[in-house]
Nanobody, 124 residues
């Protein structure tokens, strides 16, 4: 599967942004996750959604301001970010892993495929 993240850009603190991850191939066989990496920091998991869209998982401190959703008819997973904060500034990546049942995970080393990231900058 090939992935392409988009939707990044400049947003003011308190604002909202929606990122998209579009895939090709056997899209609905994969659980999809969003990660981010800020300069000088480790990559951290934000959220993931199972291949059928039934189940989601959020990383620590990510629940509440981030919402993940999936539309398999469009081969797309979305990440809605609300109440943006300057510390959200990072490159955001989507990744895919073969989905086993209706579950997903946020282990970056366990992801089989990665898309190019999209930069999100939050101004204060």
């Amino acid at each position: 599967v090939q992935l392409q993240a988009s939707g990044g850009g400049l947003v003011q603190a308190g604002g909202s942004l929606r990122l998209s991850c579009v895939g090709s191939g056997t899209w609905d066989a994969y659980a999809i996750a969003w990660f981010r990496q800020a300069p000088g920091k480790e990559r951290e998991g934000i959220s993931c959604v199972s291949k059928d869209g039934r189940n989601t998982l959020y990383g620590d401190s990510m629940r509440g301001r981030f919402i993940i959703s999936r539309d398999n008819s469009k081969n797309t997973v979305y990440l809605q970010m609300d109440e943006a904060k300057p510390e959200d500034t990072a490159v955001y990546f989507c990744a895919a892993d073969l989905g086993f049942g209706s579950s997903c995970h946020l282990k970056s080393k366990g992801m089989g495929f990665w898309g190019e990231g999209t930069l999100v900058t939050v101004s204060s």
